[in-house]
């Protein structure tokens, strides 16, 4: 089993920048790519990040050029930087992992943080 536990949400102006964090932690040997997703109210979520375990990364089109996703595997954690923040960023934010070999397949979810992005 794994857990995942996010962390580093909460309230920026728009063009400001914000990190969240996602920690793993259990059967972290089992897990491959890690993701970020989010999902805004009346919304159904919607991919942010994925990063493979060998570094490999994509973007949702919504935060392509702002957004970097990057994963440190010594700390169990992956990370997603966002920048130039605009309102529509404004949801919560979900860590995702998977376990299998097929890319972008999500066993675990954690319990998502949310992020407000004021104007």
């Known amino acids: 089993q794994v857990q995942l536990v996010e962390s580093g949400g909460g309230l920026v102006q728009a063009g400001g920048s914000l990190r969240v964090s996602c920690t793993a932690s259990?059967?972290?040997?089992?897990?491959?790519?890690m993701g970020w997703y989010r999902q805004a109210p009346g919304k159904q979520r919607e991919f942010v990040a994925g990063?493979?375990?060998?570094?490999?990364?994509k973007y949702g089109d919504s935060v392509k050029g702002r957004s970097i996703i990057f994963r440190d595997n010594a700390k169990n954690m992956v990370y997603l930087q966002m920048n130039s923040m605009i309102p529509e960023d404004t949801a919560t934010y979900y860590c995702?992992?998977?376990?299998?070999?097929?890319?972008?397949?999500?066993?675990?979810w954690g319990q998502g943080t949310q992020v407000t992005v004021s104007s």
């Open positions: 259990g059967k972290i040997v089992s897990i491959n790519a």
């Open positions: 990063i493979s375990t060998g570094g490999s990364t």
């Open positions: 995702a992992a998977g376990t299998g070999s097929a890319p972008y397949k999500w066993d675990y």
